[in-house]
C-alpha cells in the first residue's frame, strides 16, 4: 500500500521552530516531486514549499521564505519541512504530498499530488 504518514506537529510559542517528517511507504519516494500543503481553520488548502525529484529546485510561498526548508532523505525514504521563526499565522493543519512528473527538475506549487499524509496540526501561540 502506497502512502505517506506525516508527523512533528505541536504546539509552539511564536519564535519558536518545529520539524516536520513525512515517511513513505510502498513506494520510492527519491522518484517523485515533493511538497507541504497546509490549511487553517476556514480557509483553504495552500501551498507552502516543494521540492522536485532531483532535489535541486526548491520553491515556497512568500509568506514562509527565509524561515521554512523542505528538505529529503532518499535513503530513509522520508521529507521534512524545517520551521523556524515560526509566527501565529502559521497555525494550521499540514499535509505532506508526493507525485511522479517526468521532468525531473520540476517543482509543483499546484494540489495536483498523487499521494497525501493524513496531516499534522502545528499550532503557535502569540
Known amino acids: 500500500q502506497r502512502q505517506l504518514v506525516d508527523s512533528g506537529g505541536g504546539s509552539v510559542q511564536a519564535g519558536g521552530s518545529l520539524r516536520l517528517s513525512c515517511a513513505a511507504s510502498?513506494?520510492?519516494?527519491?522518484?517523485?516531486?515533493v511538497g507541504w500543503f497546509r490549511q487553517a481553520p476556514g480557509k483553504e488548502r495552500e501551498a507552502v514549499a516543494c521540492?522536485?525529484?532531483?532535489?535541486?529546485?526548491?520553491n515556497y510561498a512568500d509568506s514562509v521564505k527565509g524561515r521554512f526548508t523542505i528538505s529529503r532523505d532518499n535513503a530513509e525514504n522520508t521529507m521534512y519541512l524545517q520551521m523556524n521563526s515560526l509566527k501565529p499565522e502559521d497555525t494550521a493543519v499540514y499535509y505532506c504530498?508526493?507525485?511522479?512528473?517526468?521532468?525531473?527538475?520540476?517543482?509543483?506549487?499546484?494540489?495536483?499530488?498523487?499521494?497525501w499524509g493524513q496531516g499534522t496540526q502545528v499550532t503557535v501561540s502569540s
Open positions: 504530498a508526493a507525485r511522479y512528473i517526468a521532468d525531473q527538475r520540476t517543482c509543483d506549487m499546484t494540489s495536483g499530488y498523487d499521494y
Open positions: 510502498g513506494f520510492t519516494l527519491g522518484w517523485h516531486a
Open positions: 521540492m522536485s525529484s532531483s532535489s535541486d529546485n526548491t
